[in-house]
C-alpha cells in the first residue's frame, strides 16, 4: 500500500506505483484543480506541493504531478489547489493574481498559484527575482506574462517580512495557507515506511523526469520501486579537495547547499540552466546520467570535472571514470541491476576556472543544441590542467580527451588555440536535426570554446585570435 496525505486527509492506496500522481489526484481522488497539458513538465498546468520532513523541519517543493511517480509519495503530504482553500476566501497570491489581472482563460492558473505558493513556503529570502524563477516552469498562452510579472512583486512584497525560521506558521496567520498544515508533520510521522517486496523490480525509480515521459506506459504496467525506499544515500559530502554526491540527489540540492556553491563561483548560475523549479526539485544527479542523453547538462558538467562513479548491485561495488560509462547513442557500460550510488570529483583549486556554456532556443526550460564545460588550471603561464567536454556533437556526453591533452602543458597562444580548433573538429561528429545543422553545431562548439577562454584571460583573449 501507498499511504500518503492529499490535502487534509490520509489516503492509501494500491494503485499501480508507475501511475503519475497527476491522474491518480484527478480520477481517483476527483480532485480537478490539476490540469493535464503537456505531459511532458513543460507546462506546469499540473504543479503541485510535495511535503515530507527533512531533517526534522517540514519542507515543501514544487513538482509537475505528471512526472512525479505514484509509489514516491508515500509517507509525504502531497497539496493541490484544492488543499490551500480558504473557505471562499482568496488567499494572497490568489488575490494578486485577480488584482493584476494575471489570469484569462484560467487553465494555468492553478498551477501558477501552486508554484507562488511554494515560492512563499521557501525559508529563502524573497524577492521578485526569485518569485518570477519560481513560476519558470509555468507557461501561459493568453495573459503575455507581464500581468504575472506584476502579480509576481506583488507576491514578493506579501511576505517580505516572513519568519525564515518558521514560514509555515507565519503564512498561516496571514492567510496564506489554511490551519491543518500545522497538523501534517505529526500525522506524516503516524505513516510507516513502505515494505519493500522480496521480488526484484522491473525499474527502479528516482525523479522519473525522464523515465516519465519517455516510457509512461511501460512505467504503469512493470513493478517499480522507489529510488528513496532502498536506502541510496541522500547527501553531499564535501571534504578538503572532493566532493561526493548520492546518486538520488536532485539538481535543487546542489543549489541550497552553500558549501558547494562558496567552491563554484557560478555554480548557481549554471543549473538555473537545467530545466524549471519543479523539475529540479525532483530530478536526480544519477538520473541524468543514466538517461544517457547527448546534451545532458550535468553529464557535461561532471565530465570536465572528471567525476568517477561508484557502481552498486546487491552487496557488489566498483567504480568507473564517468568519461567510460557512455559507449553509444543511449548505451551505457552499466548492468541493468546496478545503481549509480555516488558521483565523486575533485574540488577546482584556487588556480583553476570552471565554466559551463549552453546554447539553446530558450535561455530556460529548454534542451542545448550544443553544451560545454571546461576546467582549466594555470601555474606560471603553463596550463597545469585542462578538461574539456561537450554535449549535441557526438551520440553521447563527449570528453574530448585529445583536446585537453594537448593543451595540458602549454602556454595559451594562438599555436595552441589554433591546434585545439582542428583537434576539436577531428573529435566530434555532430548530426543534423531540429537543433540545428551539424555544420552549425561545429562552429557552435569552437565559439563556445573561445567563450571559456575569454572567462580565464578576460578581453586578452581577442589578441590570441
Given at each position: 500500500?501507498?499511504?500518503?496525505?492529499?490535502?487534509?486527509?490520509?489516503?492509501?492506496?494500491?494503485?499501480?506505483?508507475?501511475?503519475?500522481?497527476?491522474?491518480?489526484?484527478?480520477?481517483?481522488?476527483?480532485?480537478?484543480?490539476?490540469?493535464?497539458?503537456?505531459?511532458?513538465?513543460?507546462?506546469?498546468?499540473?504543479?503541485?506541493?510535495?511535503?515530507?520532513?527533512?531533517?526534522?523541519?517540514?519542507?515543501?517543493?514544487?513538482?509537475?504531478?505528471?512526472?512525479?511517480?505514484?509509489?514516491?509519495?508515500?509517507?509525504?503530504?502531497?497539496?493541490?489547489?484544492?488543499?490551500?482553500?480558504?473557505?471562499?476566501?482568496?488567499?494572497?497570491?490568489?488575490?494578486?493574481?485577480?488584482?493584476?489581472?494575471?489570469?484569462?482563460?484560467?487553465?494555468?492558473?492553478?498551477?501558477?498559484?501552486?508554484?507562488?505558493?511554494?515560492?512563499?513556503?521557501?525559508?529563502?529570502?524573497?524577492?521578485?527575482?526569485?518569485?518570477?524563477?519560481?513560476?519558470?516552469?509555468?507557461?501561459?498562452?493568453?495573459?503575455?506574462?507581464?500581468?504575472?510579472?506584476?502579480?509576481?512583486?506583488?507576491?514578493?512584497?506579501?511576505?517580505?517580512?516572513?519568519?525564515?525560521?518558521?514560514?509555515?506558521?507565519?503564512?498561516?496567520?496571514?492567510?496564506?495557507?489554511?490551519?491543518?498544515?500545522?497538523?501534517?508533520?505529526?500525522?506524516?510521522?503516524?505513516?510507516?515506511?513502505?515494505?519493500?517486496?522480496?521480488?526484484k523490480p522491473d525499474k527502479i525509480i528516482a525523479g522519473g523526469t525522464d523515465l516519465m515521459v519517455q516510457q509512461p506506459d511501460s512505467i504503469y504496467r512493470q513493478k517499480i520501486e522507489s529510488a528513496f525506499n532502498i536506502n541510496l544515500p541522500h547527501e553531499i559530502i564535501?571534504?578538503?579537495?572532493?566532493?561526493?554526491?548520492?546518486?538520488?540527489?536532485?539538481?535543487?540540492?546542489?543549489?541550497?547547499?552553500?558549501?558547494?556553491?562558496?567552491?563554484?563561483?557560478?555554480?548557481?548560475?549554471?543549473?538555473?540552466?537545467?530545466?524549471?523549479?519543479?523539475?529540479?526539485?525532483?530530478?536526480?544527479?544519477?538520473?541524468?546520467?543514466?538517461?544517457?542523453?547527448?546534451?545532458?547538462?550535468?553529464?557535461?558538467?561532471?565530465?570536465?570535472?572528471?567525476?568517477?562513479?561508484?557502481?552498486?548491485?546487491?552487496?557488489?561495488?566498483?567504480?568507473?571514470?564517468?568519461?567510460?560509462?557512455?559507449?553509444?547513442?543511449?548505451?551505457?557500460?552499466?548492468?541493468?541491476?546496478?545503481?549509480?550510488?555516488?558521483?565523486?570529483?575533485?574540488?577546482?583549486?584556487?588556480?583553476?576556472?570552471?565554466?559551463?556554456?549552453?546554447?539553446?532556443?530558450?535561455?530556460?526550460?529548454?534542451?542545448?543544441?550544443?553544451?560545454?564545460?571546461?576546467?582549466?588550471?594555470?601555474?606560471?603561464?603553463?596550463?597545469?590542467?585542462?578538461?574539456?567536454?561537450?554535449?549535441?556533437?557526438?551520440?553521447?556526453?563527449?570528453?574530448?580527451?585529445?583536446?585537453?591533452?594537448?593543451?595540458?602543458?602549454?602556454?595559451?597562444?594562438?599555436?595552441?588555440?589554433?591546434?585545439?580548433?582542428?583537434?576539436?573538429?577531428?573529435?566530434?561528429?555532430?548530426?543534423?536535426?531540429?537543433?540545428?545543422?551539424?555544420?552549425?553545431?561545429?562552429?557552435?562548439?569552437?565559439?563556445?570554446?573561445?567563450?571559456?577562454?575569454?572567462?580565464?584571460?578576460?578581453?586578452?583573449?581577442?589578441?590570441?585570435?
Open positions: 500500500m501507498i499511504s500518503f496525505i492529499l490535502n487534509e486527509k490520509l489516503v492509501s492506496t494500491s494503485n499501480n506505483p508507475g501511475m503519475s500522481l497527476l491522474d491518480f489526484i484527478r480520477y481517483e481522488a476527483n480532485l480537478p484543480g490539476a490540469k493535464i497539458g503537456c505531459r511532458e513538465g513543460d507546462c506546469g498546468a499540473c504543479t503541485v506541493l510535495i511535503g515530507e520532513i527533512n531533517d526534522g523541519i517540514m519542507a515543501y517543493r514544487s513538482v509537475t504531478s505528471c512526472l512525479f511517480p505514484l509509489i514516491n509519495a508515500h509517507g509525504k503530504h502531497v497539496v493541490t489547489i484544492e488543499g490551500i482553500n480558504l473557505n471562499n476566501k482568496l488567499t494572497p497570491v490568489q488575490q494578486a493574481i485577480a488584482d493584476n489581472a494575471a489570469t484569462q482563460c484560467g487553465f494555468c492558473t492553478p498551477g501558477f498559484v501552486m508554484s507562488f505558493t511554494g515560492f512563499c513556503i521557501s525559508s529563502k529570502e524573497p524577492s521578485t527575482q526569485k518569485a518570477i524563477e519560481a513560476v519558470a516552469g509555468n507557461i501561459c498562452r493568453c495573459t503575455g506574462y507581464k500581468s504575472i510579472e506584476r502579480a509576481a512583486k506583488d507576491i514578493a512584497k506579501a511576505v517580505q517580512n516572513k519568519d525564515l525560521n518558521d514560514p509555515i506558521n507565519w503564512l498561516i496567520q496571514h492567510g496564506f495557507l489554511p490551519k491543518y498544515f500545522t497538523e501534517i508533520p505529526e500525522r506524516l510521522k503516524q505513516i510507516q515506511p513502505q515494505t519493500i517486496s522480496e521480488k564535501i571534504s578538503n579537495c572532493t566532493c561526493t554526491i548520492s546518486g538520488a540527489t536532485t539538481v535543487n540540492d546542489l543549489l541550497k547547499n552553500d558549501k558547494l556553491l562558496s567552491r563554484f563561483p557560478e555554480l548557481d548560475n549554471y543549473l538555473m540552466l537545467v530545466s524549471s523549479e519543479p523539475i529540479r526539485n525532483m530530478a536526480t544527479i544519477a538520473g541524468n546520467l543514466i538517461n544517457a542523453s547527448p546534451i545532458g547538462d550535468l553529464s557535461v558538467m561532471l565530465l570536465a570535472l572528471n567525476a568517477q562513479l561508484t557502481i552498486i548491485n546487491g552487496d557488489k561495488t566498483r567504480q568507473i571514470p564517468l568519461n567510460k560509462l557512455f559507449t553509444g547513442y543511449k548505451q551505457l557500460a552499466i548492468e541493468h541491476e546496478e545503481l549509480i550510488q555516488l558521483i565523486t570529483f575533485e574540488l577546482p583549486k584556487s588556480n583553476a576556472t570552471f565554466n559551463f556554456e549552453k546554447v539553446s532556443k530558450r535561455k530556460h526550460l529548454d534542451i542545448a543544441s550544443v553544451n560545454t564545460a571546461m576546467l582549466i588550471e594555470i601555474d606560471n603561464g603553463i596550463i597545469t590542467k585542462f578538461r574539456l567536454s561537450a554535449g549535441g556533437v557526438a551520440p553521447f556526453p563527449l570528453y574530448l580527451e585529445k583536446t585537453s591533452k594537448y593543451i595540458a602543458g602549454k602556454h595559451l597562444d594562438k599555436g595552441t588555440i589554433a591546434k585545439a580548433f582542428e583537434l576539436i573538429d577531428e573529435e566530434i561528429s555532430p548530426i543534423s536535426d531540429i537543433r540545428g545543422t551539424a555544420e552549425y553545431k561545429r562552429l557552435l562548439l569552437k565559439q563556445l570554446f573561445k567563450a571559456h577562454l575569454q572567462k580565464v584571460v578576460g578581453d586578452e583573449f581577442y589578441k590570441l585570435i
